[in-house]
């Protein structure tokens, strides 16, 4: 089964400046994928997902996400970050019979 | 409002005494599914459902049981519930099974 890593348990950024964070994948073949966002005390809530219709890929929130083939990679970024972005973010992967394997996650949390 | 619920959103019990977890959806989605969630291992997936009375093991099926009798219900059932069991459990409903999942607000449960 594919499976998926997420580099950086933690994030910090200043408020204003650019969220990276990042995602690889297993599979040579281009899987469906998703990021989800989980606020405190919260669900998972969808933020965008890829099948394989368009490379760079627009989610809620100002956040985007690019698939690269090249380097197994799907990581998502926001322009410029906002307090409110504060929350752990989840890189998921669809897997045949339809199972959806996530990352470990990445909390970010935003500085004044 | 389209939604899953979770009930019991907060449970404490002790090992042995089993346990059911109801999942509702009002969506008339055929894909539904669980989850349990640890921190820094993300959300592993117990079992999965299909359509009504098509069930199937996830990543971590041991120890847990469900059902599918009807297709707005999910229920999780732990027979004999383990201090490993302790977790936060999210249920997951989709239209099909290679679509956006759409998550409940989660149970959290304590095995003593």
């Known amino acids: 089964a594919q499976s998926v890593t997420q580099l950086g348990s933690h994030v910090s950024v200043s408020e204003g400046a650019l969220v990276l964070l990042r995602c690889n994948y297993s599979s040579s073949v281009p899987p469906y994928l998703f990021w989800y966002v989980q606020y405190p005390n919260q669900g998972l809530q969808l933020l965008l997902k890829y099948t394989s219709a368009a490379t760079l890929v627009k989610g809620i929130n100002g956040f985007e996400a690019e698939f690269k083939k090249s380097e197994t990679s799907f990581h998502l970024t926001k322009p410029s970050a906002h307090m409110s972005d504060a929350a752990e973010y989840f890189c998921a992967v669809l897997n045949a019979g339809n199972m959806l394997t996530f990352g470990g996650g990445t909390r970010l949390m935003v500085k004044p | 409002e389209a939604q899953v619920t979770q009930n019991p959103r907060y449970l404490i019990t002790v090992t042995g005494k089993k346990l059911t977890v109801t999942c509702s959806q009002n969506?008339?989605?055929?894909?539904m599914s669980w989850y349990r969630q640890d921190p820094g291992l993300g959300l592993r997936q117990i079992y999965y459902s299909m359509n009504v009375e098509v069930t199937d093991k996830g990543d971590v099926p041991e120890g847990y049981k469900v059902s599918r009798k009807e297709k707005r219900n999910f229920p999780l059932i732990l027979e004999s519930p383990s201090p490993n069991q302790t977790s936060l459990y999210f249920c997951?409903?989709?239209?099909?099974?290679?679509?956006?999942?759409?998550f409940g607000p989660g149970t959290r449960l304590t095995v003593l």
């Open positions: 997951a409903s989709s239209p099909h099974g290679q679509d956006t999942q759409y």
């Open positions: 969506m008339n989605h055929e894909y």
